[in-house]
């Protein structure tokens, strides 16, 4: 089955520092991925989707400067926070897709900035 | 625009009651549906999908979901509870025909299975 592999499962962070954080489908290849926010005890909400070898497209209110996406490949995006504050503290998940309605999760980043 | 309505954010049953979690969705073309399940610090997990056809899917864990389309609802059941299905489960749709490959969720379900 197709399997999506997320590193690192957790971090901290000093506020002002970068983090990155990388997601990779491991047998298939994913012409679309995608990155999540959930704070606790709430839902899933889209940041961006990008396409490989493409910009990625943010949703609205997400800072593109700040949520760095980076999608080189078929199986690797990456998500990088710079200057991270408190506030961006949060579970990132991403989802790789290899066919229209079809989608893996990755299991998730816990991102602690102090 | 599509969009997820969960109704409860939180849903108490017994074990080996049976288990509804509730979904409506709006959309402006014909959904996919989804139902995950995600457990504490980990990412999703699909339970079933419905794409097209059959209205009943049957999924994982013994769970499955009916598409009513008159009723624009996609409620998750189980018949029997075990305390392995406490976890939080997600309602999302896509408008993949509308050429549209992104997943939209509800805000979620937090089950809880009492002993």
């Known amino acids: 089955g197709a399997v999506v592999s997320q590193h690192p499962s957790w971090v901290i962070c000093k506020s002002g520092t970068s983090v990155k954080i990388e997601c990779r489908s491991l047998?298939?290849?994913?012409?679309?991925m995608f990155w999540y926010r959930q704070f606790p005890k709430q839902s899933l909400m889209l940041m961006a989707t990008s396409n490989e070898g493409s910009k990625a497209t943010y949703e609205q209110g997400v800072e593109k400067d700040k949520f760095l996406i980076n999608h080189a490949s078929l199986t690797l995006s990456t998500l990088t926070v710079t200057s991270a504050h408190p506030e961006d503290s949060s579970f990132y998940i991403c989802s790789a897709s290899k066919e229209l309605g079809g989608y893996t999760f990755g299991s998730g980043t816990r991102l602690t900035v102090v | 625009a599509q969009s997820v309505t969960q109704l409860g954010s939180h849903v108490s049953v017994s074990e080996g009651a049976l288990v509804l979690l509730r979904c409506n969705y709006s959309s402006s073309v014909p959904p996919y549906l989804f139902w995950y399940v995600q457990y504490p610090n980990q990412g999703l997990q699909l339970l079933l999908k419905y794409t097209t056809g059959a209205t009943l899917v049957k999924g994982i864990n013994g769970f499955e979901a009916e598409f009513k389309k008159s009723e624009t609802s996609f409620h998750l059941t189980k018949p029997s509870a075990h305390m392995s299905d406490a976890a939080e489960y997600f309602c999302a749709v896509s408008e993949v025909w509308a050429g549209a490959n992104n997943l939209f969720f509800g805000t979620g379900t937090r089950l809880t299975v009492i002993p």
């Open positions: 047998d298939f290849q994913a012409t679309t």
